[in-house]
């Protein structure tokens, strides 16, 4: 099913799932750091229109939790380290994968 949303999405559209497995394997933090880095809150955009913060229903990779999905890309297995990462703004931006890769 397609999710028609008629909220304005910033350049980055930053989901993160906190069903069962990511929230055992601390979701929490994911949600924390991404609000702190970000300064907003799940479901607000930042002023700059880059980036959009919601939480979602399973992503699908559950056996890489916590996990999150930034556009097209998935980012498993996240830190708290690799969760502050700004993608959007940083020049070194983080490759999506599994940390246990990087």
Sequence with gaps: K??????VRGKYHVQICTTTPCMLRDSDMVVKACKDNLGIG???TTTD???TLCEVECLGA???????QINDAYYEDLSEKRCS???GR???RPHPSSRKQD
């Design 2 to 7: 397609a999710v028609v949303s008629s909220r």
């Design 42 to 44: 799940l479901g607000d």
């Design 49 to 51: 229109k880059m980036f």
């Design 62 to 68: 559950c056996v890489n939790a916590p996990m999150m």
């Design 85 to 87: 990462r700004d993608p």
């Design 90 to 92: 940083s020049a070194r």
